[in-house]
């Protein structure tokens, strides 16, 4: 089958793909494992290896366990590329700075921590429309002068079809490949084999013949059977594919469109050319090889004749009409659009009719239809008016026969007519394909036609796909709809953008919209996320699933939790919505995504590597995509946000700047403090020194005193002796004066030097306050026991600590010409311990800690942060980032952008369309406010946030209800 609406729907499985190759199996689990080391002094190779010692598993609790995991599970930095090219930054703040213009301030925060995006207000549905189509208009007249100036046809440098194909690059066939596994990119299976002009294919060209009608669309050689139904849908509105084609110039070769992208209107210009499905007779051999087994006149023209000139030599989509040329340059427009024809292959025709009208689809399987008596009556009945239909079969894909009575299943048709005649209801539907119809009753051929029946209906057989089915077998044999709802000029419409982190638990986000309403009427809610199809191949691994619910403010019924919701989306996972008539006042729409990831494909940054140097074009036209659609998420700051942040950042950075400081502050005082405890111990070991060697002296005066007393008492013996002895011998008198003469010699000094006493040797003890200096040549005090002592054994040795030893100079004048400095006391000695005073070794000797001024303050703080600024953030080692898990190496990081649009149609009676009647703006907490947990708003926020009624741990949350249940029951 070559039209598929899209991948299979459902949550399946998310493992790898059991079709990748043994080989890259192999290699993928070979990169993965860890490498044994070398032991050390080994070898690899013949070496016996080195078995690594495994590591012995954590010993905790479960719940740490599982509370660790889920630590790891989640990153701790969300968010979401927002450019894909690196020049693209301007163009993303340029439309930024149009959503801000676009948007007025709002009135103020919800709550004590919540913070309101600009809001929007609403603008007529055709406003966007209109200008898109002025700026058409005028791409296509600037165009058409050009060309004209120069006298050459257009060619499109951005997508073109010729060159593309003949160079090889085939970027206007295929996306970009994120598929893991995929060994060719999306749309390798497309082989055109040429590419000519729409002047060079058809003979008599004519855009439109008789206007575009369902019968005109023939799909072509790619899946894009969607796009087709969703053509044959709009032809049975009169004006729906009219106004798509803006403005062109057959002979110039350009051609105008506008597409509906992601709540508003796009423009796309294109040149004539298209694929064909041979090659050219000079450029073809097999092809020419057969044609040239018949004799022809003219064998290259012939050739052109058959196989390349007219709609049925067109590879893509082609008209019935064989000179039709509106249905392929319209797919052509579309396909670029949104980069290639690979691009718009498998889709829903809900979606299609979507992007073509602006119309918003919704999703109706038939078992869930209440009603099918107002269904047919309200909505079918109503087909091309209020609402255009597209049904399809077999969409949950577990059948294999692949068709139903003729009805193929996972294939998109038109509903073109809804009649009751006679108690008939009957329902007109169309195959795009052209071909393959119903065989069931009032099938082609049946019974139930009769002459009566053709003429009423207006039918005639053939097989054109275009069928007749009861609304009985509508209803048993299809098995979804996609009704899309028009609007017209009475509808106005309002949107906002915002990005929002979808956690792994999947719950009510904190972030949500509020809408306010000046007056009642129908509203149509619209939570949309970004049209991947525009940016195919970088859309990341995460694909979303998105639910809304509508709150009252101030609701005061407690019974009724919420107002209504949006259904679960099965396939069409693009949008969700709900209609309903609301009165005028303030409401809150909650949202909740569903995320999941997908390890088959490619994270972005890893296709923006691989396609960087080989698809440099296509990525930055692909990527520029990305960029232009990512920025609308770009939340836009407020007034109040910008003051609170810079409040915030100030505040940051008072309380850095105070840390430091205390940090400066708490060394100083550290430093102060070791400093003085260092002053202490050397005050205290000086004052042990002082005790010990005052304890030292008093022995050695004692030693001294008991010495003197036992030498004046010998003293006084000998003299005794001696006068005893003199008495008895008597001294001659020569003798005497002898022996007085020598001891004069003795003592005298030398050469006019001061002599030294004998007991010079020994230390001496000056008297209290006897601390000035010696003149030069004084004598030392002397005691005349000293030589008495030595002469009985005696001697007092000082103690090396109370010596201090002089290195005297060998010059003959030193003695009398040394100064007086280098004879004084030195710190240690005897003499300069006793000479300290107490005083000395006061507190007052250590240094003062005293305060900084606010200058040298603030500069040892800059000096601070500036060291902790450029101080290299230290690098996880090899082996940590081997024993990471898969879930710290690649944790969940999952973000969507989403969209609000809320439509509304009023009566004109009360005032004019230019009122805004829907403001809507993006309420998220605040980061920077420092809200109470009691805030005011916050119960009517916990009560917005609660789980589904339906939900099955809905009763265990509702705390109110079980205290009034527990006090009606002890009453």
């Not at 990748?20 to 993965?32: F, G, I, V, W």
């Not at 053939?462 to 069928?467: A, I, K, Q, W």
């Not at 407690?558 to 309903?580: A, K």
């Not at 002895?725 to 010699?745: C, F, H, K, L, Y």
Request: charged share 30%.
């Amino acid at each position: 089958m070559s039209a598929i609406l899209g991948t299979n729907i459902g949550n399946g499985p998310r493992w790898r793909s059991p079709s990748t190759s043994p080989a890259s199996s192999k290699a993928r689990s070979t990169t993965s494992r860890s490498v044994s080391p070398v032991p050390f002094g080994g070898r690899r190779g013949r070496a016996r290896p080195y078995m690594a010692v495994p590591r012995r598993p954590k010993q905790q609790t479960p719940q740490a366990a599982v509370d660790e995991f889920w630590a790891k599970f989640t990153t701790k930095t969300p968010g979401k590329a927002t450019t894909a090219l690196p020049q693209d930054k301007q163009l993303v703040e340029r439309v930024v700075r149009k959503k801000a213009q676009s948007s007025t301030p709002s009135a103020g925060a919800k709550g004590a921590d919540r913070a309101v995006e600009q809001s929007t207000g609403s603008r007529p549905t055709q406003a966007s429309y209109n200008e898109a189509a002025a700026v058409c208009r005028a791409k296509v007249a600037q165009i058409v002068k050009e060309c004209r100036r120069i006298n050459k046809k257009y060619r499109d440098p951005h997508f073109d079809l010729e060159s593309d194909l003949k160079l090889g690059r085939r970027d206007c066939l295929q996306s970009l490949s994120n598929d893991r596994g995929a060994k060719t990119p999306p749309g390798g299976a497309m082989c055109p084999r040429s590419a000519k002009r729409v002047t060079e294919i058809f003979d008599r060209p004519q855009f439109y013949i008789d206007g575009p009608t369902a019968n005109d669309v023939r799909q072509g050689r790619d899946g894009d059977c969607w796009l087709m139904s969703a053509l044959c849908t709009l032809s049975n509105k009169a004006g729906l594919i009219e106004r798509l084609c803006v403005a062109h110039d057959q002979d110039v070769g350009v051609y105008g469109f506008v597409f509906h992208r992601d709540g508003e209107w796009i423009s796309e210009i294109v040149d004539d050319f298209l694929y064909l499905i041979k090659s050219d007779y000079d450029e073809s051999f097999t092809d020419r090889i057969l044609f040239d087994d018949i004799e022809r006149v003219n064998p290259d023209e012939a050739y052109r004749r058959i196989y390349q000139s007219n709609s049925s030599a067109l590879y893509f989509a082609q008209c019935e009409h064989p000179q039709e040329t509106w249905l392929p340059l319209l797919e052509k427009g579309y396909a670029k659009a949104h980069g290639d024809y690979a691009a718009i292959e498998g889709g829903f025709g809900g979606e299609g009719t979507e992007d073509l009208t602006g119309g918003v689809t919704s999703e109706i399987f038939t078992t869930d239809i209440l009603d099918k008596e107002y269904f047919w009556k309200e909505e079918l009945l109503k087909v091309n008016q209020d609402f255009l239909f597209d049904c399809s079969t077999g969409v949950w894909g577990g059948s294999s026969w692949g068709e139903r009575k003729g009805i193929v299943e996972l294939h998109a048709y038109s509903i073109q007519r809804a009649v009751e005649i006679d108690g008939k209801r009957l329902v007109r539907l169309k195959n795009p394909w052209g071909k393959g119809e119903w065989k069931g009753p009032w099938s082609d051929g049946s019974k139930e036609w009769t002459p009566e029946w053709l003429e009423k209906l207006g039918h005639r057989f053939g097989d054109d796909g275009d069928f007749w089915i009861a609304y009985e077998d509508l209803l048993r044999k299809y098995q979804a709809f996609e009704r899309t709802r028009l609007f017209d000029d009475d509808w106005s419409v309002a949107q906002i953008w915002t990005t929002l982190s979808v956690p792994w638990m999947v719950d009510y986000h904190s972030t949500y919209f509020s809408l306010s309403l000046s007056k009642p009427g129908p509203v149509v809610i619209v939570l949309s996320q970004l049209d991947e199809r525009y940016f195919r191949g970088l859309q990341g691994q995460y694909e979303f699933e998105l639910a809304l619910r509508l709150h009252r403010v101030g609701q005061e019924d407690d019974n009724e939790d919420y107002i209504v919701r949006s259904q679960t989306p099965y396939r069409m996972r693009r949008s969700v919505n709900v209609e309903l008539e609301l009165e005028a006042g303030d409401y809150q729409v909650r949202v909740k995504l569903d995320a999941v990831r997908n390890e088959d494909l490619l994270p972005m940054e890893q296709v923006i590597r691989d396609s960087a140097k080989d698809r440099r074009k296509k990525l930055m036209r692909i990527g520029l995509a990305y960029d232009l659609a990512h920025g609308k998420g770009k939340a836009v700051e407020t007034a109040e946000e910008k003051a609170a942040r810079e409040a915030h950042e100030k505040k940051a950075e008072e309380k850095r700047r105070k840390e430091a400081r205390n940090k400066i502050q708490a060394g100083r005082e550290e430093a102060h403090y070791l400093k003085t405890k260092e002053h202490e111990r050397a005050r205290e070991r000086q004052r042990n020194a002082r005790a010990k060697h005052k304890t030292r002296l008093a022995a050695r005066e004692a030693r001294r005193e008991a010495a003197r007393q036992g030498a004046s008492q010998r003293d006084e013996a000998d003299e005794k002796n001696e006068e005893g002895a003199a008495e008895a011998t008597p001294v001659p008198d020569g003798a005497v004066e002898a022996a007085g003469q020598r001891q004069a010699s003795a003592s005298a000094p030398e050469d006019g030097k001061p002599g030294l006493p004998s007991g010079a040797g020994d230390m001496h003890k000056p008297a209290a306050g006897d601390c000035q200096e010696r003149q030069p040549g004084s004598p030392l005090p002397s005691d005349g026991a000293n030589t008495t002592r030595a002469e009985n054994g005696s001697v007092d040795v000082p103690e090396l600590s109370d010596v201090v030893v002089v290195k005297r100079s060998t010059s003959p004048d030193d003695g009398a010409a040394r100064p007086a400095a280098e004879r004084r006391p030195v710190m240690g000695s005897a003499a300069a311990m006793e000479c300290e005073s107490e005083s000395d070794f006061g507190p007052d000797d250590a240094d003062e800690l005293t305060d900084l001024s606010d200058r040298e303050l603030d500069i040892q703080v800059r000096i601070h942060l500036e060291q902790v600024e450029r101080r290299p953030r230290p690098l996880s080692p090899a082996w940590l980032e081997e024993e990471l898990d898969e879930f710290e190496r690649d944790p969940w990081n999952a973000v969507a952008v989403v969209g609000l649009r809320v439509y509304h149609r009023h009566k004109t009676a009360g005032g004019g369309d230019d009122d805004e009647v829907v403001r809507l703006s993006v309420v998220r907490r605040d980061p920077f406010a420092d809200g109470d947990a009691d805030a005011p708003g916050d119960e009517t926020e916990s009560k917005s946030r609660e789980l589904d009624v339906d939900d099955s741990a809905k009763d265990a949350t509702l705390v109110d209800a079980k205290r009034s249940i527990a006090g009606g029951a002890g009453q």
